[in-house]
C-alpha cells in the first residue's frame, strides 16, 4: 500500500512541478527576448547607417546616439552599463537573485542603442543580463520563495545566451561555470531545459542556421598540434593585453568627476567614430568579419589591423560605460587573431597544414577562454559552432594553454575585477571551479 | 469534529494555487504573444536583409563587370551574408574570386554553397571549373564526374552534353586523348540532329585524332546543314587528314575563303600533281613526274648555293645526278610504273634533303611528300 504524502511533501512537490513550468517558460521568454534584442539590433544600425554609410554617417552616428544613451544610463537605467555578466553573478550570489524589473528593460533598450550604433560590444553579455533579470522578475511575481527566485536567475541567463548564440550546452556550462561559479550545481536540469526551451524558440524563429559558416576542419600534420598550442600562447597574451587595457582604461573614465558620467559614452563614441571612419569593419558586433575570418576572405594584414582595431574599439566602448558585452569582441579578437597565425603557419610551416579558417575557429575559442575564463564553456561553444569532433584536442590544447596564461598573469577574472573597480567584491573572486 | 485551522490551510492552500494556475496562465498566454510579436519582427528583418543582400548584389555585378575585382568581392560577400545559401549570391561571388585569382576562397564560397545544396549540378560544374584553373586535374575529373551523374531537370539535357562536351574539352587539353574518345563515344549515341552540336562532336573527334569519325560526323552535319560553312572547313581538314585529298579540296572550295587555305593549296597540288593518280594517261603521269622533278632538282640547286661546302652538299650533288638521269628517261617517253614510283620516292627525297638543310618546307614540298607517302613511296 501506498504511504499518503504529508502536507509538506505535498507542497514541495507542487513547488517543484511549479519550478518545472516555470523553468521552461522562462527558458522560452529568454530566448524570445535574445531574439528580438538580436533583430532590434540589427534594425537599427540599419536604420541608422543604412546601405552604404557616408563618412559623416559613420563618424556622427556613435557619439550622438552615445547622447542619448548616456542619458538613459546615468538617469534612467544606471545598473545597466557594461555586459551585464557580473551584475548578474553580483544579483545571483550577493543579492538573492534580486533583479529589478527595469533593468531587462533598460538593458534592452541601451544595448540597442549602443551596439545598434556601432559601439563594438556584444549582445551576448547584454541578452545574459536581460534573460537574468526576466527571470528573477517573473520569480517574484509569482511569489517564489527567496531561494527559489535565486535559482530561476541561472536558468534565464542559460535560456538568453543558448538563443543569443544558439549553442544550447554552451550555454548551461556558461551558466553554471560563470554564474552560479560551480559546474555540480543541481541546477543543471533546470538550466538544460530553459536552455533547450530557448533554442527551440530561437529556431523556430530564425531558422537553424548556424551562427557562422566553418570549413571542415582535418589536422593534416602531427606537427601542427605545435601551431595550436603557439595559438594558444599568443590568444593567452591577447587575452591579457585586453583586459589589462579594458580595466586600467576604465580605471580611467571611472577616475573622471561624477558629472561627466552622463558624457562619457559620448566621449567613447567620438573615439569609436573616428576608428568607424578608418575601419568600419569594427562597427557593432561583427559577426559578418568573423565569418570572413573563418571562411579564408580576409587578407593576413587585414586580419592584422582588425585584431588591433577590434581590441581597442572594444576597450573605449566598455570603458566609457556603454551597455553591451565583451563575449562577442572576444570572439572577434580570436578569430582574427587565429586566422592571423594560420595564414603565417601556412606560408612558413615546413609541413602541410590545415586551413587558416581552422586557426580563426580554434582563436575564437583562445580568446573566449583566455578573457571571459570560461575553459568548458569556449571548448562546448566552438565544438557546437563546428559540430566537428576532430577540432576538440587542438581547441583543447589552445584554450588551456590560453586560461593558464591569462590566470598566472591576472589573477583574477575580467568580470571580478570589473566589479572590483565599482567596489563590490564577490565571495570568490579566483577563476570559476572546472569539474 | 473539522479541524478550522487544517481547513483554513486547505483554503489557503487552494487559493494560492489558484493564483499561480492563473500566473502561469497570463505567462503562457504572455509567451505567446511575444512569440507572435517576435516573429513578425524577425520577419521584417529579415525582409531588409534579403532587399540589402539584393542591393549589394547588383552593386557587385555592377563592379564586377566594370573590373573593379575587390570592390565587387566584398560587395557580394555583404550579399552572400545578408542571404546565406542563395545560390546566385555564391555562385557570383565565387566567380569574382576567382577573377581575383583567390582560388581558395572561390572554391571555400562553392563548397559552403554545396553544403546547402548537395545536388546542384551547377554547383559542381563551378567547383570543376574552378580545379581546372588550378590545374587539379583529378578535382576537376570528379566534379565533372558529379555533375553529370547528378539528376538534371528533362528541359536541361542540353545543358549537361555540353558540360561533356566541356569534359571532353579539358581531356583533350590534358592530352587524355583516350579518355576523351570513350566520353564522345558515350555521348555519339545520344546526339541530336543538329548540325552545331554533330560539328562540335565532329570537332573534338579531330582533336583527339579519330579523323575518320570526325569526317563522319561532320558529314552528318553537312546532310543537315550542306552549307555550313565551318563545317565544310571542318570536314575539309579530316579528309585532308585521311588522305582523301580530293574530298578535302572539295569541301575547302566551298568554306570560308581564309578557313585553311593553306590545306586547300596543298591538296590541290597533292591532286593536280600525283603522277601516280588513277585514272591519268602515261604522258600526264610523266608531265607530272618532270614537274616535281624540275621543282625537286631547283629546289636542291637552290639550296646548295646556300650551303657551299657543307658536308651535305655532296648527297645533294649525288640526288642531282639521279634526278637528271630520271628526266632523260622521262624525256625518252620511257614512263613505266617502277620508273613513276621510283622518281616519286626520289622526289620526296630531294624534298626531305633540302628542307633539312635549307629549313621550312613550303607548300609544294609537302604536297610532293604527301603524294609519296600516299603511295608508300616516301623515303622516311
Known sequence: MSVPASPTQQIRLRENQLFLALTILVGVLAGLAAVLFSVAIDQTTHRLFGLEPSRWRLFAVPPLMSLVTGLLLARVFPDVRGSGVPQTEVAYHMQGGAIP????????????????????????????????????????????????????????????????????VAAVLFALEEIIGDLNASLLGSTVVASVAAVIVERSILGNEPLFHVPAYRLVHPAEIGAFAALGVIGGVASLAFCRSLLTLRAAFLRLPPWTRIVQPAMGGLIIGAILLYSPAVKGVGYEYVDLALNGGLALKAMLLLCVLK????????????????????????????????????????????DPGAYALVGMGTLFAGIIRAPMTSVFMIFEITQDYQIIVPLMVANTLSFWISERYQPTPVYHALLEQDGVRLRSSGSAPIG | ?????????????????????????????????????????????????????????????????????????????????????????????????????????????????????????GIDLELARLAVRRQDFPGALKYYRQTLSADWPAEQIAARRDVRFELIAVLLERHQNERALSELMALDANLPDRASTLAKAATLFARAGDERRALAEFQRALRLAPDDRDVLAGAGRSAFELGEYETARAYLRRAPPGAAPETLETADLVVTGDPLAKRIGSAERGRRLADALAYATTRLSACADRTAGAASTGVAQALAREAQALQTHVKNRMTDQDTIEAGVELVSRMVHEATDVCGPATTRDRALVLIARRHGADAR
Not at chain 2, 549589394?56 to 550579399?79: F, I, P
Open chain 1, 311 to 354: 581590441m581597442a574599439a572594444t576597450v573605449v566602448s566598455y570603458s566609457s560605460g556603454n551597455a553591451g558585452g565583451i563575449f562577442a569582441p572576444s570572439l572577434y579578437i580570436g578569430a582574427m587573431a587565429g586566422g592571423a597565425v594560420g595564414m603565417l603557419v601556412h606560408r612558413m610551416a615546413p609541413f602541410p597544414t590545415g
Open chain 2, 1 to 121: 469534529m473539522s479541524d478550522p485551522s487544517g481547513s483554513r490551510e486547505v483554503r489557503r492552500e487552494g487559493r494560492i494555487l489558484h493564483r499561480e494556475m492563473v500566473q502561469l496562465g497570463v505567462l503562457a498566454l504572455v509567451s505567446v504573444v511575444a512569440f507572435l510579436v517576435t516573429r513578425a519582427v524577425a520577419a521584417g528583418s529579415r525582409e531588409i536583409a534579403l532587399r540589402d543582400a539584393e542591393a549589394w548584389y547588383r552593386v557587385g555585378r555592377r563592379q564586377l563587370a566594370s573590373g573593379d575585382l575587390e570592390g565587387a568581392v566584398d560587395s557580394l560577400r555583404r550579399a552572400a551574408a545578408r542571404h546565406r545559401g542563395e545560390k546566385t549570391y555564391g555562385l557570383a561571388l565565387a566567380e569574382a574570386l576567382t577573377a581575383l585569382h583567390d582560388y581558395d576562397s572561390a572554391s571555400q564560397v562553392l563548397l559552403n554553397l554545396r553544403e546547402t545544396e548537395p545536388d546542384d549540378p
Open chain 1, 101 to 168: 524589473g527595469r533593468v531587462p528593460l533598460g538593458k534592452f533598450v541601451t544595448g540597442v542603442l549602443c551596439i545598434g550604433s556601432g559601439h563594438s560590444m556584444g549582445r551576448e553579455g547584454p541578452s545574459v543580463q536581460i534573460g537574468a533579470g526576466l527571470a528573477s522578475t517573473i520569480g517574484r511575481w509569482m511569489r517564489l520563495p527567496p531561494e527559489r527566485v535565486r535559482d530561476l536567475v541561472p536558468v534565464g541567463a542559460a535560456g538568453a545566451l543558448a538563443a543569443a548564440f544558439n549553442t544550447p
